[in-house]
């Protein structure tokens, strides 16, 4: 018998950075207050549309449902998603064949628009190159009102670089704040969770003609799971360090 465990030193601020996101959590109903919004993002890519080949034998007396092995694949979708922390609720899904710089900075930009009343978005992300990217940088710029020179991408200022475009990206000042957990942290992003609810009521036991097909039954459940299921998460973690 034997247990996986990691210990990562990739990140020295690691315990800082998880004591800020979690701070952010129970901050979140009071900032709610002050017209202020919490979201936890993330992506699930690479979400397949299969067909079983033959039908499923529903459950009898006596007998466990049987579901045929063979699949038939019509292709696969990225999930986009924001965790409304205070809520619970989903908030602007995006559901698309790829997950690039451009559909995330695009996904931003939906979720912004949804409540133009807020005063600011608070972001909560991993470090994935498109949640570090040269179109974010410049969206924030533009709804920050902040009219300094950016830089050149790659080469200067504040687009120099993956450091120097998390540090624009996460400042408190902005009308919106992305928030990064550390590396091998993913488990700190709320819509983890939410994640494990969408396998196990639509995907792992799901039958999908097409990839349309999926995304109207993922729609679907969305829209549902808001108006019956949503409920903010019970964050018990408060950033201490493991000790098995």
């Keep these: 018998m034997s247990r996986y465990w990691l210990?990562?030193?990739?990140?020295?601020?690691?315990?800082?950075?998880?004591?800020?996101?979690?701070?952010?959590?129970?901050?979140?109903?009071?900032?709610?207050?002050?017209?202020?919004?919490?979201?936890?993002?993330?992506?699930?890519?690479?979400?397949?549309?299969?067909?079983?080949?033959?039908?499923?034998?529903?459950?009898?007396?006596?007998?466990?449902?049987?579901?045929?092995?063979?699949?038939?694949?019509?292709?696969t979708l990225a999930l986009i998603v924001n965790f409304d922390v205070v809520s619970g609720q989903i908030v602007a899904p995006s559901c698309g064949p790829r997950r690039t710089e451009e559909d995330f900075y695009q996904h931003t930009k939906r979720t912004v628009a949804t409540d133009p009343e807020v005063s600011r978005w608070h972001f909560v992300v991993?470090?994935?190159?498109?949640?570090?990217?040269?179109?974010?940088?410049?969206?924030?710029?533009?709804?920050?009102?902040?009219?300094?020179?950016l830089g050149e991408f790659g080469k200067s200022g504040i687009l120099?670089?993956?450091?120097?475009?998390?540090?624009?990206?996460?400042?408190?000042?902005?009308?919106?704040?992305?928030?990064?957990?550390?590396?091998?942290?993913?488990?700190?992003?709320q819509v983890e969770?939410?994640?494990?609810?969408?396998?196990?009521?639509v995907l792992r036991r799901g039958n999908f003609t097409s990839t349309h097909d999926l995304r109207e039954k993922v729609l679907a459940f969305i829209d549902y799971f808001n108006k019956t299921m949503a409920k903010p998460f019970r964050w018990t973690y408060e950033g201490k360090v493991l000790v098995i």
């Design 160 to 189: 120099h670089n993956k450091a120097s475009r998390a540090a624009f990206l996460s400042e408190p000042s902005h009308k919106i704040v992305f928030h990064y957990t550390p590396k091998h942290c993913s488990w700190l992003n």
């Design 126 to 149: 991993d470090n994935l190159n498109i949640h570090l990217s040269e179109s974010l940088v410049r969206y924030v710029a533009e709804v920050s009102e902040i009219e300094q020179d």
């Design 7 to 75: 210990t990562s030193e990739e990140d020295p601020d690691k315990e800082p950075k998880i004591k800020a996101v979690c701070h952010l959590y129970r901050l979140a109903p009071l900032l709610a207050q002050q017209g202020e919004r919490v979201v936890s993002t993330d992506e699930m890519t690479g979400v397949q549309a299969l067909e079983r080949k033959y039908p499923t034998l529903p459950m009898v007396p006596g007998k466990v449902a049987r579901r045929e092995f063979e699949y038939i694949r019509h292709g």
């Design 193 to 201: 969770i939410w994640f494990s609810i969408l396998v196990r009521k």
